[in-house]
C-alpha cells in the first residue's frame, strides 16, 4: 500500500484543516497517510513514505518556515518521491491559477523538492485575530476562504497519480 507524508505548516490553524482534508481525501482512495506539523516531519523515519504533501500558510507573500525548513531537509533524500506542494493564505478565491496566489519561496521550494504540483488554497483569517497587523487586515478581509470540495478534488488527483 502506497504511504503518503502530509506535513502542514499553519499559524493560525485554517493549514492544518487543510491538511486534515488532504489526509482523509487521501485515505478514503485507500492510501495509508501520516500526517504530521513539518516542524516534527524531519524526526519521523521519512524513508517509510513513498510520497508526500507539504503544506504551509502564506503570509506576506512569504511560505511558512516550518513548510521551507522541511522541503530543505528532505530535497536530497526524496529526490525519486514524487512531493506536491500546498499553499494557503490568500485571503480570496483566487487560487493557484493565479500566479501572484503563489509566493516566491513555494517556486524555489518546488525547484528544490522537483515537486510534481504546487497548487494555493484560500485560507481563513478569524473577525478578531491576535495581533496587531492581523487585526488590521481582519478589519477588511475576515472570513473563511477555503473550500474544502476543491481541496478534495485536487488529493483525489494527487491519489489517482499516485494510484497510475
Known amino acids: 500500500m502506497t504511504s503518503v507524508l502530509v506535513a502542514y505548516a499553519s499559524r493560525r490553524g485554517g493549514t492544518t484543516g487543510i491538511a486534515e482534508w ?20 524531519g524526526g519521523a523515519d521519512l524513508e517509510e513514505f513513498d510520497a508526500a504533501v507539504i503544506a504551509g500558510s502564506v503570509y506576506e507573500q512569504r511560505w511558512h518556515p516550518d513548510a521551507r525548513r522541511l522541503v530543505h531537509r528532505v530535497a536530497r533524500q526524496w529526490v525519486d518521491k514524487p512531493v506536491w506542494l500546498v499553499a494557503s493564505g490568500p485571503l480570496t478565491t483566487l487560487t493557484a491559477a493565479h500566479p501572484a496566489a503563489i509566493a516566491p519561496g513555494l517556486r524555489r521550494a518546488a525547484d528544490e523538492v522537483h515537486a510534481r504540483g504546487i497548487t494555493t488554497f484560500g485560507g481563513r483569517l478569524d473577525e478578531h485575530p491576535s495581533g496587531w497587523l492581523a487585526g488590521a487586515v481582519a478589519k477588511k478581509n475576515a472570513g473563511d476562504f477555503r473550500d474544502r470540495a476543491a481541496v478534495e478534488r485536487w488529493a483525489a488527483k494527487v491519489a489517482h497519480e499516485l494510484a497510475a
Open 22 to 41: 488532504i489526509a482523509l481525501a487521501l485515505t478514503s482512495a485507500g492510501l495509508q497517510v501520516g500526517l504530521e506539523p513539518a516542524s516534527l516531519a
